[in-house]
């Protein structure tokens, strides 16, 4: 099945330092999202962003969606130990089906 | 706790076996979905319903799988003759009008 592009694959961090991770896509999509995934759970809704050029903020998260409709990043400010997990981007073009990034999987130690 | 639930969390089968997992999405949700996440990637669309009825099924969706929303409500994911390749996170997601996607906590299957 169809995957996303996400940059880095995995990044280790120490806590307090900043992260950021990206998405691309040969596709336009109208919607794009981002997830946090712990083991062996569901992926949970970080942000969600309608429109292109928005730029959106849900605490130390902040997420852009690319002007081109093709890309996405995510910023993660001053990380702590419980933002480890693995970071999933997803499109959402016309017909509601999301499309999934490969996941960014994020360590950070104290 | 998203409101979306699954069950069971965890099945354990061997290879033949017929299997069968429920989701019970958020009450007002018209719209369910149905993931399946092997180990490493992000979740991939199987198929998705707009109250009872099934609109769109992926390619990923063999003649094996069978998937029901009788009543428009709970749905239910049926897997016939397992295999190994069927291991997986089974995940569910439900929607109601322009919202976002929730999803469950999903069901883990392990095929021996």
Redesign the interface.
Known sequence: GQQLNQSPQSMFIQEGEDVSMNCTSSSIFNTWLWYKQEPGEGPVLLIALYKAGELTSNGRLTAQFGITRKDSFLNISASIPSDVGIYFCAGQPVTDKLIFGTGTRLQVFP | D?G?S?DPRHKITKRGQNVTFRCDPISEHN?L?W?RQTL??????LT?FQNEAQL?K???LSDRFSAERPKGSFSTLEIQRTEQGDSAMY?C?S?QGRD???????T?LTVL
């Open positions: 998203t979306v699954q719209r979905y993931y490493g990637q992000g979740p991939e669309f998705y769109e992926s390619r990923l995940l997601a929607v976002t996607q929730y999803f469950g906590p999903g883990r």
